[in-house]
């Protein structure tokens, strides 16, 4: 009979006979538990990526100072992806009497691909009520015009105005309240209006040398718009260029960037569950197969036969098992997507295959690199075992076969991280963990054994089991750590992470930015605001520089002509101010800040900037101010946190540096949406100054950050079910030797109530000292992951000490005592009978 046939046959007589129900259970779970953290986390995070493009107005945008080519627009369609187009570019608004500069945007059919644009009535804009909004299901109808409140504002228009666009007549027809691309740069946040493109050719704005930006817009699935970019990448010219949200929109990248790592972090959680509870459940399979293997060895079955044998069988089991919770995974997603509708305001995607590719090799991969040792055992099982029965283990067979686990498990940590950085910790972290858990368990349980005589009749046969059982008892301490240790980091990262979020860009962040503030406006600004019982906002002092030297060598835009990015900040002017203390939202990376009260030519610029245009620390930056130029030296290097919306700057220097260069100011401040008529009275008595209302931006932040929070939330509960997998295994692991216990103390005259209380205090003592260790290991790999790779302060949490250890004594203690009733419920006799 083939090696493959037999095998199939074992497991069929196995599984029947429900000697696989723990291992299959645990694999079961812990690819379930995989492929919907899989499913689920990239669904949310195609959602959320949609979500946030709305922002963008698009999936892709392709930009370009000239008129793109036709084959752009083609190729997009050829792949299936939706298209719309725009011109934007500067110009007069002129109702006749007075004249406004406005950003004009054309639009084609479509726009905007991605969000909505909402509008509101004129006559709702007033003190006391809100505007009524509704959402547009049109662009501009050919002879119209679209204009923002400022426009509106500023030229005194009301519906049905007549105004003047270069050479063209159009209608004021609505107000726009909101664009999903608006943008939060102080370039073009003035004015704002929207018109037909139809109409774009009798204005006549259009001229050699016009300042204008053509956008095609793209949008429709993630495989086709990613391949529309890899295509067009090549094709760019050095006025092109193509933007993503992440690309476009530094304050939603961050939050993208921590989300997916996150959930990669809460998948990686399932990994370490997964391996915990198969080595736990393998581990028990060995034992239970050690005389069939001694009884096989004995009728002349070679060790290479039972090395085939039992491949074949664990390569079926693995393929069967994980076939079946990448089922459960997919159907428990679907069923965690109709439950979030109405929670999430949010559509799912539709998610790839992936995740049950990934989830069934994982699967695989688990099996095998936790099945070898007691592959390597039962080869090596003596045909004397018939015989006698304490023979036929082989500990360094088991030590070198988890080693080969622990690579195995290594590689997966660095494959599902899709972060090199965070995989490694992870690995680090763990393999540190399994070494340190495993010394101190052994080294406390030597301790505790000489307790045990001093113990009460229940702790006394507790402390001598684990003893007696040290080898099993560490490693279930060591699993249970671990499987603990995996839940309490995602409990502490999850809580910092939406805490981080939240504190950076809380309910009353800066909504609105002054620019512009001439320096005989500051103080009658600030009271205006205190006629409105507002704090008035600090003012930030702003000279504009264009960048002309670098250690004294000439740059200019050619000088980056390989880096589009770099070429477009060289060509613009820096915004330098001056300040005596260092933000709270910018932190030193490298130098030092300067002592108050110098007068030393020095600057600390930000960190971004500074890789962008390839300076350094030390180097000498000069700069041209209205015709002079500027030098100073960069002494310090800064991290600035651009999710707060405050105001900061690229380049700061000391005070006195730019007193004699022409300054404006700059600041934010928060408006409750009820008070939002002061801006209006705002605008109207300060005309000169530009106000960039961002509240728009700040909501959708807003939302897109509630929504990450309750999708990692949503997500670490499918972790925890891991987690229960692991305890059953745990407590499953033992069951035959404690039926067999259970067997001979009854025998003896021992009671139900005796065994149990001796056995609960056995499980609490190995749920406190796993306890003890995942609360340890958590904090310390939760602050490396925290600070090093998701970027944000860790705060240490005394309290997971104490919930750490209570959760693992009364976890183990209560599924511990679940567990055991049968081994309790057998009758001693069968038993003893089944044994001997």
Request: net charge neutral.
């Amino acid at each position: 009979m083939s090696h493959l046939k037999l095998s199939f046959r074992m497991l069929c007589r196995d599984w029947r006979a429900g000697e696989l129900n723990v291992l299959v259970l645990a694999l079961i779970i812990a690819v379930s538990g995989m492929t919907t953290v899989g499913f689920f986390a990239e669904r949310v995070e195609l959602a959320l990526t949609r979500e946030s493009n709305q922002l963008l107005g698009a999936d892709l945008l392709v930009i370009s100072s000239r008129p793109l080519p036709e084959t752009y627009a083609d190729e997009a369609s050829r792949l299936g992806l939706t298209i719309s187009s725009l011109t934007k570019f500067p110009s007069m608004i002129s109702d006749g009497e007075n004249n406004l500069l406005t950003e004009i945007k054309a639009v084609t059919e479509g726009y905007p691909l991605r969000g909505r644009i909402h509008l509101a009535s004129r006559s709702s804009i007033s003190r006391a009520e809100q505007p009524e909004i509704t959402i547009a299901d049109t662009i501009p109808q050919p002879g119209t015009i679209w204009v923002a409140e400022k426009v509106m504002t500023r030229l005194d228009l009301k519906a049905n105005d007549v105004v003047d666009v270069g050479a063209a007549q159009l209608t004021v027809t609505e107000l726009v309240v909101r664009e999903p691309d608006h943008s939060v740069g102080f370039i073009n946040m003035g004015a704002r209006a929207m018109i037909n493109a139809s109409d774009l050719s009798e204005t006549d704005l259009i001229q050699e040398g016009s300042r204008v930006s053509y956008q095609l817009l793209v949008a429709g699935e993630v495989k086709a718009v990613q391949q529309f970019r890899d295509w067009i990448k090549p094709q760019l010219t050095k006025a092109q260029r193509v933007e993503g949200i992440r690309d476009a929109r530094p304050e939603i990248k961050a939050a993208l960037e921590r989300a997916e790592k996150f959930l990669s972090l809460a998948a990686l959680a399932s990994v370490v569950l997964a391996a915990a509870a198969i080595a736990l459940a393998v581990r028990r399979f060995t034992q239970r197969h050690l005389d069939g293997c001694a009884v096989m060895r004995s009728l002349g079955a070679s060790q290479q036969q039972l090395f085939y044998l039992y491949w074949y069988y664990f390569t079926t089991l693995g393929v069967i098992a994980s076939a079946i919770g990448c089922l459960i995974g997919f159907a428990a997603q679907q069923i965690l997507t109709h439950w979030l509708i109405g929670i999430v305001d949010t559509a799912l995607p539709w998610p790839s295959w992936l995740p049950a590719l990934q989830g069934l090799l994982v699967g695989l991969v688990l099996l095998v690199g936790f099945a070898l040792p007691p592959v390597l055992n039962l080869r090596s099982v003596p045909a004397l075992r018939v015989l006698r029965r304490d023979i036929g283990l082989s500990n360094a067979h088991s030590l070198a076969g988890y080693l080969l686990g622990l690579v195995t498990l290594s590689l997966l940590f660095i494959w599902k991280a899709q972060d090199l950085k965070l995989g490694l910790y992870i690995v680090i972290g763990f393999v540190s963990a399994i070494i340190i858990f495993g010394c101190l368990g052994w080294l406390l349980i030597k301790v505790l054994s000489g307790l045990r005589h001093q113990a009460g009749g229940a702790w006394r046969y507790g402390l001598a089991s684990i003893y007696r059982r040290a080898i099993s008892s560490v490693l279930q301490a060591v699993a249970l750590g671990l499987g603990l240790m995996a839940l309490l980091v995602l409990t502490l990262i999850q809580n910092d992470l939406i805490d981080d979020w939240h504190a950076s860009l809380p309910p009353n962040a800066p909504n609105h930015f002054l620019v512009n503030i001439q320096a005989d406006q500051v103080q009658s600004l600030q009271e205006f605001f205190q006629q409105y019982e507002i704090e008035p906002p600090p003012m930030y002092p702003m000279v504009k520089g264009r960048l002309v030297k670098i250690n004294g060598k000439n740059v200019s835009p050619k000088s980056y002509k390989d880096d589009l990015h770099a070429e477009r900040h060289i060509r613009r002017e820096f915004n330098l101010t001056w300040a005596n203390e260092l933000s709270s939202d910018n932190q030193i990376v490298q130098g030092t800040w300067w002592n108050t009260g110098t007068h030393e030519a020095e600057l600390s610029i930000e960190e971004g900037i500074a890789k962008t245009i390839r300076v350094k620390l030390g180097d000498e930056l000069t700069y041209d101010i209205a015709g002079s130029h500027f030098t100073a030296k960069i002494t310090s290097v800064r991290k600035v946190d651009w999710d707060t919306f405050k105001a900061n700057f690229f380049v700061v220097v000391p005070p006195g540096l730019l007193d004699n260069y022409p300054a404006s100011f700059v600041t934010s401040f928060y408006v409750p949406p009820a008070e939002i008529s002061m801006i209006h009275e705002l605008v109207r008595t300060f005309p000169s100054i530009l106000v960039v209302d961002v509240a728009v931006v700040i909501n959708q932040v807003q939302q897109m950050i509630q929504q990450v929070s309750q999708a990692i939330e949503f997500v670490f509960l499918f972790t925890l079910l891991g987690g229960f997998a692991v305890l059953y295994a745990a407590i499953a692991a033992t069951q035959d030797e404690r039926i067999y216990e259970a067997a001979i103390f009854r025998t003896l005259g021992a009671k139900r109530e005796q065994l149990s209380r001796a056995w609960a205090a056995e499980f609490a003592i190995l749920g406190g000292l796993a306890g003890l260790f995942a609360s340890a290991g958590a904090s310390a790999l939760a602050y490396v992951i925290s600070k090093h790779v998701l970027h944000f302060d860790y705060t240490f949490n005394p309290w997971i000490w104490v919930v750490g250890t209570l959760a693992g004594v009364i976890g183990v203690l209560v599924a511990g005592l679940l567990g055991t009733r049968s081994a309790l419920s057998s009758p001693p006799l069968l038993t003893l009978r089944k044994i001997g």
